[in-house]
Every structure is written in structure tokens, then in C-alpha cells.
């Protein structure tokens, strides 16, 4: 069965401190994105990549980078982070189905916690 | 801008129906259904891709008005497994890969 792996599944730091959310997948799509989820349910993606060195933004602003060298590896970077970046962050990777739609797995998402 | 979905949380007593609605103040190219279970992934349950198509499986169904904007998604006699929170996705732009989802309707099946 295709996967999708994030790591850590939480995480408690204190401000200032620089993560690296990871994620990976091994179904060998081009295409991986990177949603936030607060508590109150709505899901914003705030990164995209269609495959290797190319990476966009996403509709909602977050001050996290990502980087795509690899196709499997799509991990998110906060360089100094803060309470405000207290949230739950899912991973999602997709390909084109052949109805020409682009069906996303997603990970089991990590909960980071800035103090 | 995100797809508004209506209403934002539903109680149900197992075997009852339920109607979920996705509302789009731009364009609709296709629609996509995912349901993500308490503490768990979203999942998703199936993609709508032209106008006036009609989908389901199970006891859950879909419908997409292009000319309206809008999709529904439409639960059967409702069972304990149908809770969760509900989302519909489209992609941002029409022409792009990026899926914007709504705001999201929380089921909850009773007893």
C-alpha cells in the first residue's frame, strides 16, 4: 500500500527555535503540497510543489520555506519559530488519476506546539 | 478565495439523511469530497469533474451544478461511521493542480 510518512507526529518546542517538519512518500508522485489545520477545522495550504526544484506558494501567507531535491522528500522549515505557528501541519502528495484529476493522500500530520 | 460550505456542523441520529453543501464565488472546475475522521487524515471519497455529474458509492452521493457554483454531498440513512468533518476542494485557479478546500461541516452520527 502507498504511504505517506510525516515526522514527529508532535512536537513541543519553545520560541525561537528552529523545525524541520518532515515528510515523505513512496508512491512516486511528482506532485506534494503542504497544509495547515488550526482547531477550528479549515484546511489552507500553504505550500506546493509539482516536482523537483519547483516549488510555489500557497493561498494562505506562512513565514515556514520548504525545499524539493528529491521527489520523495518534501520537508517544511521554520527558521524561528513562535506561538503563533502553534498549529497542525499535514503533508498530501498526488498524481494524475486517469480521469485526469489529482487525487491527494495525505500523511498523518504533525502537531507542532511553540511555547 | 475558499469554497463556503453549508451547514457548518450537523447532529444526526443513525439512519437519517444529511445534505452538505459547497458554495464557490468563483468558477468550479471540478470538485473533490474528502472526510477526515477525529484525529485522523483527511480521505477522500470521490471527485466530481464535469457539470450535472452525479456520483456515489455506498450511501453517499455527490452532485456538481456548474452553473451554479455549487456541489452537495449527500449522506443515506447515516451510519456511526459517518462522523467526522467533511470537506470539499477544488482547484485554485481552474487550471492549476493546487486544491483549495472549503470551510468544512463536522457530522456527528448518534445512536
Known amino acids: 500500500e502507498a504511504d505517506i510518512y510525516q515526522t514527529p507526529r508532535y512536537l513541543v518546542i519553545g520560541t525561537g527555535k528552529k523545525i524541520t517538519l518532515e515528510c515523505s512518500q513512496t508512491?512516486?508522485?511528482?506532485?506534494m503540497y503542504w497544509y495547515q489545520q488550526d482547531p477550528g477545522m479549515e484546511l489552507h495550504l500553504i505550500h506546493y510543489s509539482y516536482g523537483v526544484n519547483s516549488t510555489e506558494k500557497g493561498d494562505l501567507s506562512s513565514e515556514s520555506t520548504v525545499s524539493r531535491i528529491r521527489t520523495e522528500h518534501f520537508p517544511l522549515t521554520l527558521e524561528s519559530a513562535r506561538p503563533s505557528h502553534t498549529s497542525q501541519y499535514l503533508c498530501?502528495?498526488?498524481?494524475?488519476?486517469?480521469?485526469?484529476?489529482?487525487?491527494?493522500?495525505f500523511g498523518a500530520g504533525s502537531r507542532l506546539t511553540v511555547l | 478565495q475558499q469554497p463556503v460550505q453549508s451547514p457548518q456542523a450537523v447532529i444526526l441520529r443513525e439512519g437519517e439523511d444529511a445534505v452538505i453543501n459547497c458554495s464557490s464565488s468563483k468558477a468550479l472546475y471540478s470538485v473533490h469530497w474528502y472526510r477526515q475522521k477525529h484525529g485522523e487524515a483527511p480521505v477522500f471519497l470521490m471527485i466530481?469533474?464535469?457539470?450535472?455529474e452525479q456520483k456515489g458509492h455506498d450511501k453517499i452521493s455527490a452532485s456538481f451544478n456548474e452553473k451554479k457554483q455549487q456541489s452537495s454531498l449527500y449522506l443515506t440513512a447515516s451510519q456511526l461511521s459517518y462522523s467526522g468533518t467533511y470537506f470539499c476542494?477544488?482547484?485554485?485557479?481552474?487550471?492549476?493542480?493546487?486544491?483549495?478546500f472549503g470551510t468544512g461541516t463536522l457530522l456527528a452520527v448518534q445512536p
Open positions: 508512491m512516486g508522485h511528482d506532485k
Open positions: 476542494g477544488t482547484p485554485y485557479g481552474g487550471a492549476t493542480n493546487k486544491l483549495i
Open positions: 466530481l469533474l464535469k457539470g450535472g
Open positions: 498530501a502528495s498526488s498524481d494524475r488519476a486517469s480521469s485526469g484529476a489529482n487525487v491527494l493522500t
